[in-house]
């Protein structure tokens, strides 16, 4: 079991910044990467950064050169700063453990992030 829980969505400015944060909890031994998701209303959700157990991170065109993810292994927690915010970054943000031994994955409940002036 691997329980994960996002914090620290909101409002944000258009170019302001805004950090994420998603804690594991239960079995996360069992974690080989971690990934940040977003999805807007109306929309699929998509795939926005990653960070395997190595290290080596990836991002979506999207959001590259302006979001920035991270990890602390020691507090179980993954991390997605996110600067130069658009309008378009409005969306549902859910973190996605994926784990060596199930095929599922676990998922957060979410965190809600609009960029308004």
């Known amino acids: 079991q691997v329980q994960l829980v996002e914090s620290g969505g909101g409002l944000g400015k258009p170019g302001g910044s805004l950090g994420l944060s998603c804690a594991a909890s239960?079995?996360?031994?069992?974690?080989?990467?971690m990934r940040w998701y977003r999805q807007a209303p109306g929309k699929q959700r998509e795939w926005v950064a990653s960070?395997?157990?190595?290290?080596?991170?990836n991002y979506a065109n999207s959001v590259k050169e302006r979001f920035t993810i991270s990890r602390d292994n020691s507090k179980n927690t993954v991390y997605l700063q996110m600067n130069s915010l658009k309008p378009e970054a409005t969306a549902v943000y859910y973190c996605?453990?994926?784990?060596?031994?199930?095929?599922?994955?676990?998922w957060g409940q979410g965190t809600q992030v609009t960029v308004s002036s």
């Open positions: 960070i395997v157990n190595a290290g080596s991170v």
């Open positions: 996605n453990a994926v784990r060596h031994d199930s095929p599922f994955g676990s």
């Open positions: 239960g079995s996360t031994f069992s974690i080989t990467a």
